[in-house]
């Protein structure tokens, strides 16, 4: 069985300043794929990130960056100067093989709010 | 530039009755998935599916039944509907890419509320 955590449920912070959203992950297999989304107060899920068991390089993209590393089972996600647009909620996920099958599994998500 | 569309958008069902969500992608994608989002407990798996004509059972499957007949077509049923079923519904779709799963992307959401 996979499983996801965020266990930060509620983030508040103002505004230029960094936060990290944490994920840990479980799996038993030694190839699978993390992502992480955006979900902003109009709903939609926006794809911000896929990651592959085997690169561990961590990657920065504009303000955002994130951290794999599979000795602790993490994947977390850094939001550097923060800005009120940066609010939403955000969910790391895991796909993995399942009986053939390929699956993916959220975490519960993380409510972030910027403050201006 | 439709991507993944569901249809309808919002619905209030009373207990007992039954409707179908549809989902439809045009990106020739295989995978396709059905999850509902409740407070506090994120997005959850309900059935997904590999391919044309094959479906799989998720995290959260009982009163639910789904069906791909078509690549581009997932549907999902709520034979009697029950206030539990109160929910988010997204679905969303990925290709298998080279070596594992490509991003999935999602629909807009269904919002279901069953009185």
């Known amino acids: 069985a996979q499983k996801v955590t965020q266990a930060q449920t509620e983030i508040s912070v103002v505004e230029k300043e960094d936060v990290t959203l944490d994920c840990v992950y479980e799996t038993r297999d030694t190839t699978y794929y993390l992502f992480w989304y955006k979900q902003p107060p109009s709903g939609e899920l926006v794809f911000l990130i896929r990651?592959?068991?085997?690169?561990?390089q961590n990657e920065i993209s504009g303000r955002y960056s994130w951290n794999f590393q599979k000795s602790t089972s993490s994947f977390n996600f850094t939001i550097t100067a923060s800005q009120v647009v940066d609010s939403a909620v955000y969910f790391c996920?895991?796909?993995?093989?399942?009986?053939?099958?390929?699956?993916?599994?959220f975490g519960t998500g993380t409510r972030l709010t910027i403050i201006p | 530039n439709a991507g993944v569309t569901q249809t309808p958008k919002f619905r209030v069902l009373k207990t007992g009755q039954s409707m179908t969500l549809l989902c439809a992608q045009d990106?020739?994608?295989?995978?396709m998935y059905w999850y509902r989002q409740d407070p506090g407990m994120g997005l959850r798996l309900i059935h997904y599916?590999?391919?044309?004509?094959?479906?799989a059972k998720g995290e959260v499957p009982d009163g639910y039944n789904v069906s791909r007949l078509k690549k581009q077509n997932f549907l999902l049923g709520l034979e009697s509907a029950a206030p539990s079923q109160t929910s988010v519904y997204f679905c969303?779709?990925?290709?298998?890419?080279?070596?594992?799963?490509?991003?999935?992307?999602f629909g807009q959401g269904t919002r279901l509320t069953v009185v």
């Open positions: 599916s590999v391919g044309e004509g094959t479906t």
């Open positions: 969303a779709s990925s290709w298998p890419g080279q070596g594992g799963s490509t991003e999935a992307f």
């Open positions: 996920a895991l796909s993995e093989w399942d009986f053939g099958n390929e699956k993916l599994t």
């Open positions: 990106m020739n994608h295989e995978y």
């Open positions: 990651r592959n068991s085997f690169d561990e």
